[in-house]
């Protein structure tokens, strides 16, 4: 069965610090895994979408990686902001169908 | 990125009564459109999957005739919820893809639905 697990499940931290989230899955074939924002109330934009042979890649203060071979990834956000507040959603696509984790939810706090 | 627009994006109604809810995509063609759900502190769950002019197809434990969805045209679909319950409450996402633009979807803001 196709799974997208994520950790943790809520994370609070302070303005300015950075922080990790994680997401793995079982999902195969595999295309591509997208971080997601979704800000209460709004649907999600994405942040990164990254391919089989992408390790790194980065957006503002948002870098994603990937390791296909363990099926691992993980969103470093650095130097937070209040407004990082939200739920971080990882999706895998499998090429026909999206397959979503449940989401951390990060709070900043000042 | 393109843009999907959903409407209305917050919408209260007595049981019993019937929501409309728009999904545009307003600079590319949607030949796939997606209806999700989610409840408070959960992930999305997909409800069904519609392809223009043609039937959507409903995940299992989706009732059809209480989540009618039309996708009429390249850039419209619509979800009507029947008879709405208070159970029917949640926040409903729509995704719209093109597929000369790859296999991901863009998603709209998001409708907020209450029934009271």
């Known amino acids: 069965k196709n799974q997208v697990e994520q950790s943790p499940q809520s994370l609070i931290i302070l303005e300015g610090k950075n922080c990790t989230l994680q997401c793995n899955y079982t999902v195969s074939p595999f295309s591509n895994l997208r971080w997601y924002k979704q800000d209460t109330g709004r649907g999600p934009v994405s942040l990164t979408i990254?391919?089989?042979?992408?390790n790194t890649k980065s957006n503002g203060r948002y870098t994603a990686t990937l390791d296909a071979d363990t099926k691992q990834s993980s969103l470093h956000i650095t130097a937070s902001q209040l407004s990082d507040s939200a739920s971080y959603i990882c999706v895998v696509n499998s090429g026909y169908a999206l397959n979503f984790g449940k989401g951390t939810s990060l709070l900043v706090t000042p | 990125g393109a843009v999907v627009s959903q409407h209305p994006s917050r919408v209260i109604c007595k049981s019993g009564t019937s929501v409309k809810i728009e999904c545009r995509s307003l600079?590319?063609?949607?030949?796939?459109m997606f209806w999700y759900r989610q409840f408070p502190k959960q992930s999305l769950m997909l409800m069904a999957t519609s392809n223009e002019g043609s039937k959507a197809t409903y995940e299992q434990g989706v009732e059809k005739d209480k989540f009618l969805i039309n996708h009429a045209s390249l850039t419209l679909s619509t979800l009507t919820v029947t008879s709405a319950h208070p159970e029917d409450s949640s926040f409903y996402i729509c995704?719209?893809?093109?597929?000369?633009?790859?296999?991901?979807?863009?998603f709209g803001q998001g409708t907020r639905l209450t029934v009271v």
């Open positions: 600079d590319f063609q949607a030949t796939t």
């Open positions: 990254m391919t089989f042979s992408e």
């Open positions: 995704s719209a893809r093109d597929l000369d633009r790859g296999t991901e979807a863009f």
